[in-house]
């Protein structure tokens, strides 16, 4: 009895050791391709850490951007749940979900490809003069805005299951999908906090905006769509 309990103790060991090792992320490219597009597109999270970067300097849009990818692991956190529930139900229902998540993809190009073909006016910046850094008040307003955001909820909830290996926990993927999705959105808005000046410049310029849509929205079709042929396969 002592053997046999111990053997299972080593086993069961064993068994979590090649979940941490063989644990992979399912058309991780298009996993990279599709996180790094939608990063660098302009949005709500961009113009907050433009805005603060403009109200304080640099240091205040780098705590925003931290505050702001914080709040990613509490996306992929409800996501998981999500995931781990549907995957207790059917196999199908798992599927269907995915095929969900690519469609939303492909929504979201094409409304891309919309903005970049009728246009808009860019960006709006504050050139305020610098106040004070408050890290507390910049890492709030980072935190709530990206936590509060049911775009935010809607696009975790429909992207990460493109991605995730029913073989292996759901709950360890979404934490590295929204790991790798913390780096890319660190780089990307510390990159904005850094050259302010010419980010502004950039962002207010509705061509430039133009351009990144069509671009977004081009691949963004083409991925989704791209998904459900292969789950089809």
Same mark, same amino acid.
């Given at each position: 009895?002592?053997?046999?309990? %111990?053997?299972?103790?080593?086993?069961?060991?064993?068994?979590?050791?090649?979940? @941490?090792?063989?644990?992979?992320?399912?058309? @991780?490219?298009?996993?990279?391709?599709?996180?790094?597009?939608?990063?660098?597109?302009?949005?709500?999270?961009?113009?907050?850490?433009?805005?603060?970067?403009?109200?304080? /300097? +640099?240091?205040?849009?780098?705590? =925003?951007?931290? /505050? *702001? %990818? #914080?709040?990613? @692991?509490?996306?992929?956190?409800?996501?998981?749940?999500?995931?781990?529930?549907?995957? #207790?139900?059917?196999?199908? #229902?798992? #599927?269907?979900?995915?095929? *969900? /998540?690519?469609?939303?993809?492909?929504?979201? /190009?094409? +409304?891309?490809?919309?903005?970049?073909?009728? +246009?808009?006016?860019?960006?709006? *910046?504050?050139?305020?003069?610098?106040?004070?850094?408050?890290?507390?008040?910049?890492?709030?307003?980072?935190?709530?805005?990206?936590?509060?955001?049911?775009? =935010?909820?809607?696009?975790?909830?429909?992207?990460?299951?493109?991605?995730?290996?029913?073989?292996?926990?759901?709950?360890?993927?979404?934490?590295?999908?929204?790991?790798?999705?913390?780096?890319?959105?660190? *780089?990307?808005? %510390?990159?904005?906090?850094?050259?302010?000046?010419?980010?502004?410049? @950039?962002?207010?310029?509705?061509?430039?905006?133009?351009?990144?849509?069509?671009?977004?929205?081009?691949?963004?079709?083409?991925?989704?769509?791209?998904?459900?042929?292969?789950?089809?396969?």
């Amino acid at each position: 009895m002592w053997y046999k309990n %111990c053997s299972d103790i080593l086993y069961r060991n064993r068994m979590v050791k090649s979940e @941490f090792s063989l644990m992979h992320i399912l058309n @991780f490219e298009a996993f990279l391709v599709a996180i790094t597009l939608l990063t660098i597109t302009p949005g709500i999270d961009t113009v907050l850490v433009i805005k603060n970067t403009s109200r304080s /300097g +640099g240091l205040d849009g780098v705590v =925003t951007s931290l /505050g *702001i %990818c #914080l709040g990613l @692991f509490i996306h992929a956190t409800f996501s998981a749940v999500g995931i781990s529930a549907i995957l #207790l139900q059917s196999a199908e #229902l798992f #599927l269907a979900m995915k095929w *969900i /998540g690519a469609a939303y993809l492909i929504w979201l /190009g094409i +409304g891309a490809l919309k903005a970049a073909i009728n +246009g808009h006016s860019g960006i709006a *910046i504050n050139d305020s003069v610098f106040r004070s850094v408050s890290i507390r008040r910049s890492l709030k307003e980072g935190f709530l805005s990206n936590v509060l955001n049911p775009k =935010t909820a809607v696009f975790y909830l429909a992207f990460l299951p493109q991605f995730i290996d029913p073989q292996y926990s759901p709950f360890l993927q979404a934490m590295t999908m929204a790991g790798i999705h913390f780096i890319i959105a660190m *780089i990307w808005q %510390c990159g904005l906090a850094g050259a302010v000046s010419s980010a502004k410049r @950039f962002f207010a310029s509705s061509l430039a905006l133009r351009w990144m849509d069509g671009i977004t929205g081009s691949v963004l079709v083409f991925l989704g769509s791209k998904l459900i042929l292969d789950d089809q396969n």
